[in-house]
Structures are given as structure tokens and as C-alpha cells.
């Protein structure tokens, strides 16, 4: 049984637990955690120094969140495993999956995924097994709809790999693994970075995002024989734009594309008989004129529907927000908030819809933002969470 859990946060004082601190301003605040009340967040981290990140974590955490407040409270850190920065769960919530973002593991030239097993009692992420990723630096992991499967995209080698994941939670070695080719304009582009790889669950298909190329590589899963086939689509965006992040809207066939090299986002029809995507709109992420560099990072649609947000690194560190036209699909800049922090990562929308969560790599803090449910607009509560190196942010099961 999980234990009720309150803690007090007053504006003298900061109460810490484990690796972390929640903070509120202005008035002592009583954040109740019981039970019947509390979600989890589970937070990717990075554990190591590396040429683009002090990482400081001690590996994945996981905390309590409260939805009548937007309060965060430390419970417990997974067995140590290397940068786990990107995270997902399984959708029976026994199993949380990671990335270990290295080019080496265990004296051996490539990156790897760890699986761990989730003790919802007690909190703990015990490892399971830990195999290759199939290429160097993989930064995504994602799951089919079934949770058999999982797929990987490995930004230094350009590769996306498939993984078998049996009723134990225990991963299999790649069992298919598809090689990018190309490159793009500029000189973050000199080969392929595959970036992000998931499943649309409206069409069944594969989505490869990769920054490297301009490109988004579209494979149809056979789960037979357990390989990514390439179905010959290949969209591209626009040249430079260096595509990351891709989200698929819940109810019309709309997917978007947050570009990091560009700041802007692609809006697309998908086509869900062939897979096509084809685009509508370029929108840039900051306000028309604003020369700042946004280094974009990642991108996520309201439960609503109705809202879209995005990430802006660089010299910009906020969160654009933008509505959906929800006869043609089409985004309008609504706004931006200040991320309180520096490099926000991911971000993530808690299911009620009222709060967003957004993890700041380099100011080692999570933020709570409340939504207006009519503007889509982020208001600050003053709600931040101290967790070193935060990266990825996944509501439980999620």
C-alpha cells in the first residue's frame, strides 16, 4: 500500500528529501499526497559530465505529484544506471524502461537500454537487464500500443533499433536495427542523428524523427518477425530545420514537428491508409521579428486538444504556447512563459490538464506552471522542484 504523505512548504523554508526540494512562495502551503489523491512523476536524469552536460543525478527519480496543487515530493532513485535521460513506462506500470545517453557501455562501442522493475509499495526502479541500444548516444526510447515492443533512437550513429520486451519486463538484444543515411546543410548535419522514433497508434506505422537529415523515415512494425520494415516514405522538412520532436494530435489527423536548428514547428495532414505526411504550415516558436537562437526541444498537445506547446532552449528558455484552429489544424502564437530556468528539456502535461511540469537541465529544477483552460496560457505559481540534471518527465503509467 503506498503511505500518506504530507509535507508543509513554507516561504522561509525549504523541506528536502533525498536528492530534492519543493519550494512555494507567499503562503504555507499543505500539499496532500494520500493515497487516493497523489500521482507519480518519474524523472530522466543525466549522471555524468559529457562535452553538452554537467550531469549531477544519481539516476532515475521518482515524486509524488499532487493535481489539487501542482506540489512535487521526492520518494525514491532508482538502482544507479548511466544518464538515463530519457524514460518510458510500461503501460501495465510494472516496468520503466531508460536510455543510458553514452557512446560505451561496459568497454563496448554503443549506447544501451536499461529496464527496470517498479515496486509500487516501496517506489523502487530495480534494474531487470540492460542490452545494447543499437548505436551510440540513443536520446529516445518509446513502446508499441501492446508493450512488447520497444523502439530506440540513437542520435550519434543515426540508428533505430527494435527491442523485444518479454512478460518479465526483461529486454532482448536488437533484434532489428536500421542504419540513416544522408545529411543535412548545416554543420550540426554532417550525418544522420536519429533523434525520436514512435508508433502513431491511429495507423499502426513507425515515425523516425531525425535531425541530421531533414527527415522523417516512416517503417511498418512486423511484429512476426519482430523487424522494422521500411515502407520507401520518407517527408522532409525544411532544409536546416533539424527535426526532433514529433507529436500526433489526439482526435484529427494533424501531426507537428518542433525543428531545434530553425525554431519552428511543421504542421502536417497525415494520411493514415499510406502514412503520408503533408505539409500546411511554418510557424516560428518566438514572436515574429525576435532574433534570439531557440535551440528547441520539445513539443506536446493539451489533452483538450485544443492547445499546442513547445520548448525554447538557446537565448530564449521559455515555453511557447500556441492554439489549434480546430477546423484546419493550424497554430496561432498565443504566448510564451519564462521556463524559470536554464535549457528546459521536457516538458510534460499532468492528465487533468491544469498544470505543466518543465524539467531545466541546467538549472537543476523542475517548474510548476498552472493552464488556463481557455487561453491555454501558463500562469507561475511559484512551484520548483530542486533535481539535479532533470531531462525527460513521465506521468505514471504514461
Known sequence: MLQKLLFFIVVSSVISCGSSSTKKANKEVEVDNSEDHYSLVFIGTYTKKESFVDGKAAGVYVYAFDPGTGGLKYLATSDSTVNPSYIAIHPTGNYVFAVNETNSTQGQPYGAITSFRYNPVDHSLKIINQVSSGGD????????????????????????????????????????????????????????????????????????VDLGTDAINVYRLDTLNASLRDTGIEIKTSPGAGPRQLVFHQTHPWAYIVNELNGTIESFQVNNSTGMLTRFQKISTVEKGDPAQSACADIQIHPSGKFLYASNRGEVNSIAVFTINQETGRLSLTGSQSSKGRTPRSFVIDPSGRFLLVANQDTDNVVTFKIDPVTGMLTDPDIQTKVHTPVCLKFYPG
Open 137 to 208: 548516444y540513443p536520446c529516445n526510447v518509446n513502446l508499441d500500443p501492446t508493450g512488447r515492443f520497444l523502439l530506440d533512437a540513437n542520435y550519434g550513429s543515426g540508428t533505430v533499433s527494435l527491442i523485444k520486451i518479454n512478460d518479465e519486463g526483461k529486454l532482448s538484444e536488437p533484434k532489428s536495427i536500421v542504419q540513416h543515411t544522408g545529411e543535412g546543410p548545416t554543420a550540426r548535419q554532417e550525418s544522420p542523428h536519429a533523434h525520436m522514433i514512435r508508433v502513431s497508434v491511429r495507423n499502426g506505422l513507425v515515425y523516425s
